[in-house]
């Protein structure tokens, strides 16, 4: 059983339990939202609990999230958004989350009634993902996300692609997620390298390094250059197509 505490936030308790459901095989996103187009975190589930007959319930307050971490690497916070009727809450929810696995966390609001089906109006409820903090230091966010999309599409010349989504930071071009069946982790590249160079040519932004990489013609072989801690690398990824 993995065990993952929570805290507090905006009225909020994390309750009951916390458990590892299942060993999710990695790189397979649910319902076509899975990286890197969505979160790296997935919501499974989303359930609020209630009490009292058809015509007017309440919620107990509690909140079940059931949730996997479908990145590379662990995260160790996670910043989930529940809409509940009239309501929003947040959630912070702090503690090691492996890839892979799913887990089953309940919340419990503190205080107030929250109508759940007033009048035959079932409340609607909607649980996203408003950030990630992973144990490398990166972080995901919905801004980050549509920013490097709109990257993305207005440098892309070809259908070369490597499987890694790459964010603008002042230490240069830096490989945030990485697909786990891409070509770019096959090759040995790692969250958190430092683009350097793209077939020998310097690299200062994730348009050049994005633009270099998909006028590749998919099947060949290109040099890439990382930046890491222990030093510099040259890694030789086999292109593959873009996905559709």
């Not at 990695?26 to 975190?41: D, F, K, R, T």
């Not at 912070?92 to 009634?113: E, L, M, Q, W, Y």
């Not at 801004?143 to 599409?153: E, L």
Request: charged residues 15%.
């Amino acid at each position: 059983m993995l065990r993952v505490p929570a805290m507090i936030i905006a009225g909020l308790v994390a309750t009951a339990s916390s458990e590892a459901l299942a060993q999710t095989p990695l790189g397979i996103p649910n319902a076509g939202n899975g990286p890197p187009s969505g979160p790296p975190v997935q919501i499974e589930d989303c359930v609020a609990g209630g009490t009292g007959g058809a015509l007017i319930s309440e919620s107990d307050r509690r909140f079940k999230v059931v949730f996997t971490n479908e990145g590379h690497v662990a995260a160790d916070l996670i910043r989930f958004r529940i809409d509940f009727g009239t309501e929003s809450l947040a959630i912070r929810d702090a503690g090691s989350f492996a890839p892979g696995v799913t887990i089953t966390h309940v919340f419990k609001r503190r205080g107030g009634n929250i109508y759940a089906s007033p009048l035959f109006a079932p409340a609607k409820l909607r649980c996203s993902v408003d950030a990630v903090h992973f144990k490398d230091g990166s972080e995901w966010t919905p801004a980050a996300a549509a920013a490097n999309a709109v990257r993305a599409a207005a440098a892309l010349s070809g259908s070369g692609w490597i499987g890694v989504q790459m964010d603008q930071t002042p230490q240069g071009v830096v490989a945030h997620l990485l697909i786990p069946s891409g070509p770019a982790r096959a090759a040995g590249m790692m969250q958190g390298d430092i683009i350097q160079k793209v077939d020998d040519q310097h690299v200062a932004t994730v348009a050049e390094a994005l633009t270099l990489i998909s006028s590749v013609e998919p099947g060949s072989q290109l040099k890439i250059t990382v930046l890491r801690d222990d030093g510099q690398h040259d890694l030789l990824v086999v292109v593959g197509r873009r996905p559709q």
